[in-house]
Nanobody, 123 residues
């Protein structure tokens, strides 16, 4: 079955950086677009970023554009999210998400999520 296991979250001061990872298994990862979404405290889900199957195309929410970078290593079945210049507004639980369709990397409400990794940005 599909498994998505996120790691790399933690606590960081504003302006700091973190790199999230998502180890994927149970589906043909190298042929599937992937996304990151986040659950903000007391708010809904926000789509953060998406990447196509071979990593040649990426998309970002306006709120993270220029600060976050999504990437993937298809030899390791792993998805990444490099987060720089972190702000308190980035505090959330971050989820790796497998869209329902392999060529979708915008927000997909039917996507499968991992268990999430918590990111806290605070001074």
């Amino acid at each position: 079955q599909v498994q998505l296991v996120e790691s790399g979250g933690g606590s960081v001061q504003p302006g700091g950086s973190l790199r999230l990872s998502c180890a994927a298994s149970g589906f043909p990862f190298s042929r599937w677009s992937m996304t990151w979404v986040r659950q903000l405290p007391g708010k809904g889900v926000e789509w953060v970023s998406g990447i196509n199957s071979d990593g040649t195309s990426t998309r970002y929410a306006d709120s993270v554009k220029g600060r976050f970078a999504i990437s993937r290593d298809n030899t390791k079945n792993t998805l990444y999210l490099q987060m720089n210049s972190l702000k308190s507004d980035d505090t959330a639980v971050y989820y790796c998400a497998k869209p329902r369709y392999s060529d979708t990397y915008n927000y997909d409400p039917a996507a499968l999520w991992g268990q999430g990794t918590r990111v806290t940005v605070s001074s």
